[in-house]
């Protein structure tokens, strides 16, 4: 009885599925390592209910159609819908606190994911692969060049450990402003513990060796500042 599922369509499906958990799961890993809101599980998922689309928009209806003449269906609809209805999703990724704005990286990876998926569904694999590979590049090698050109830029980071932090953010960003000193990005940590501790990475340009040492004791005078490097 269960062999009777196993014919040509069923492996080509299966093979289509197969391939978008390992490509779609890839870029997934990527952005877990990193540590993102939206990881492996979230990319291979997204990926796969794409490809399922696909397959659904392929094959799904193929009994309706060959039963009814008069019937008209266009395979592009569904997959319209997956590409519209996956910017909630990642919007979901995008976090504005402040001057930082976070996560837009991970919201287009998430789109792209589900490109990847529905042109596996439908069997551009090349295509895939390739996409897989260039967005790869894009996330681990392009990165490593961004960081290398901040360096040549003079972009400097500062790290605050903050325990049972009392002080806004607004107080932090205050405090670097008066100094003159353009904020170039700010990302936000939590690390629980014993003690509950934030992590503030602060990116600043345009700052001289002096400023940062003035700077380092304004915000050491900071209530609940531990750690500054």
Same mark, same amino acid.
């Given at each position: 009885?269960?062999? @009777?599922?196993?014919?040509?369509?069923?492996?080509?499906?299966s093979s289509r599925i197969l391939i978008?958990?390992?490509?779609?799961?890839?870029?997934?890993? @990527?952005?877990?390592?990193?540590?993102? =809101?939206?990881?492996?599980?979230?990319? $291979?998922?997204?990926?796969?209910?794409?490809?399922?689309?696909?397959?659904?928009?392929?094959?799904?209806?193929? &009994?309706?159609? %060959?039963?009814?003449?008069?019937?008209?269906?266009? &395979? =592009?609809? *569904?997959?319209s819908y997956v590409i519209s209805g996956?910017?909630?999703?990642? =919007? +979901?990724?995008?976090?504005?606190?402040?001057?930082?704005?976070? +996560?837009?990286?991970?919201?287009?990876?998430?789109?792209?994911?589900? +490109? !990847?998926?529905?042109? !596996?569904? !439908?069997?551009?694999?090349?295509?895939?692969? $390739?996409?897989?590979?260039?967005?790869?590049?894009?996330? /681990?090698?392009?990165?490593?060049?961004?960081?290398?050109?901040?360096?040549?830029?003079?972009?400097?980071?500062?790290?605050?450990?903050?325990?049972?932090?009392?002080?806004?953010?607004?107080? *932090?960003?205050?405090? !670097?402003?008066?100094?003159?000193?353009?904020?170039?990005?700010?990302?936000?940590?939590?690390?629980?513990?014993?003690? /509950?501790?934030?992590?503030?990475?602060? #990116?600043?340009? %345009?700052?001289?060796? &002096?400023?940062?040492?003035?700077?380092?004791? #304004?915000?050491?005078?900071?209530?609940?500042? #531990? @750690?500054?490097?």
């Amino acid at each position: 009885m269960i062999f @009777e599922f196993i014919n040509q369509d069923f492996i080509i499906m299966s093979s289509r599925i197969l391939i978008s958990v390992v490509l779609c799961g890839a870029i997934g890993l @990527e952005r877990e390592i990193k540590q993102h =809101a939206a990881g492996f599980r979230t990319h $291979l998922l997204v990926g796969v209910g794409s490809c399922l689309m696909m397959l659904l928009s392929l094959y799904g209806f193929e &009994p309706y159609l %060959n039963d009814h003449d008069n019937i008209r269906f266009d &395979p =592009a609809r *569904i997959p319209s819908y997956v590409i519209s209805g996956i910017g909630f999703l990642g =919007a +979901g990724t995008i976090l504005v606190k402040g001057v930082s704005i976070r +996560g837009l990286t991970t919201a287009a990876s998430i789109w792209v994911v589900s +490109g !990847i998926g529905l042109i !596996i569904g !439908i069997g551009m694999y090349g295509p895939a692969i $390739l996409a897989t590979i260039l967005v790869l590049l894009n996330l /681990v090698v392009l990165n490593w060049v961004e960081r290398r050109l901040e360096r040549k830029k003079g972009v400097k980071s500062i790290h605050l450990d903050i325990h049972e932090m009392n002080a806004p953010l607004e107080t *932090i960003v205050s405090i !670097i402003e008066r100094e003159n000193i353009h904020i170039r990005d700010i990302r936000v940590k939590k690390h629980s513990g014993k003690r /509950v501790t934030t992590e503030f990475i602060i #990116k600043i340009t %345009n700052i001289t060796t &002096p400023q940062k040492v003035q700077l380092i004791e #304004k915000l050491m005078e900071i209530e609940g500042v #531990k @750690e500054i490097s």
